[in-house]
């Protein structure tokens, strides 16, 4: 059985997640879970990934990026399965139900052009539904000198897609007032919405900024065939078995699958 941590955050934190899209919540790990997983994303930062082709030697590029390692890694699976982290998605989703939708780490350089542009999630996963969010785990401080995320308020509610670089005439640029940022301590998380658009400045600091992300989904839901979405290359091509169950879903169905694992929650 999987076990997850008990620890709850207030209602006025839920309605701030549905009323803005996003909620930065303080202290979510300690300082023994942080080092973990700053040990568990050094180890894995220069490896491929399980869902990556073997062989090509990873990029070098300003963002280091890696998927699904919880399939490989003890310390990553721990997070998914037995860190506070599964119990605060199912309280900001208000879900009953809680599915594990993969995890990732993102490292930006120091003094590197390491923006990632304007986009939201949604379009990067093969489902369809409401309850969804990641949540972003600072390893390191973040502030605006080091690759910050910066969030425009309450665009969850817009129902648009953005993939980063796509560039479609609706979207504008945000004014200032509309943007939501925080400083954060290692710790601390963002839990934002799949639909609020987002970006994360460049890191100019003399110091790396690390982050860990889980994404969850939650009762409502289901699988949607969306081409170019998770995990970004012909599923008939990946050699695993967890893929199995993921590979027979229609549209339409509960996204439970032994990829996608339900997280059993004790209230
Ligand atoms: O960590 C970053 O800088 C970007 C993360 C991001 O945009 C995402 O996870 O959707």
Redesign the pocket.
């Known amino acids: 059985m999987l076990k997850v941590d008990r620890s709850k955050i207030t209602s006025q934190q839920v309605e701030a997640f549905q009323r803005d899209g996003v909620i930065c919540v303080k202290n979510v790990l300690d300082d023994i879970w942080v080092e973990r997983m700053r040990t568990a994303v050094d180890k894995n930062a220069l490896i491929p990934g399980p869902l990556e082709v073997k062989g090509i030697p990873k990029s070098n590029g300003h963002?280091e990026h890696s998927s699904s390692l919880w399939l490989t890694d003890a310390d990553f699976r721990a997070l998914a399965f037995e860190s506070p982290l599964a119990t605060l998605a199912a309280q900001v989703l208000k879900s009953e139900k809680l599915n594990f939708l993969t995890d990732?780490f993102?490292v930006?350089k120091p003094k590197t052009n390491?923006r990632?542009g304007w986009?939201n999630?949604l379009p990067y996963w093969p489902i369809q539904g409401w309850q969804c969010c990641?949540i972003?785990l600072a390893l390191d401080s973040v502030n605006q000198e080091n690759?910050r995320?910066e969030y425009i308020k309450a665009s969850h509610r817009w129902g648009k897609e953005l993939r980063e670089g796509s560039n479609p005439s609706w979207f504008v640029e945000p004014e200032p007032q509309e943007i939501l940022s925080w400083d954060m301590e290692p710790g601390d998380c963002l839990v934002?919405h799949f639909l609020t658009i987002?970006?994360?400045v460049t890191n100019i600091s003399s110091t790396q900024?690390r982050?860990v992300?889980t994404n969850w989904t939650g009762d409502d839901i289901t699988y949607y065939h969306r081409p170019k979405a998770w995990p970004f290359r012909p599923v008939e091509e990946i050699d695993l078995p967890e893929l199995n169950s993921f590979k027979a879903k229609k549209p339409g169905e509960p996204i439970d699958c032994d990829i996608f694992p339900r997280v059993e929650l004790h209230h």
Do not use: E
Request: aromatic share 10%.
């Open positions: 963002v990732g993102f930006k390491s990632v986009h999630d990641k972003w690759g995320l934002h987002h970006h994360s900024r982050a992300v």
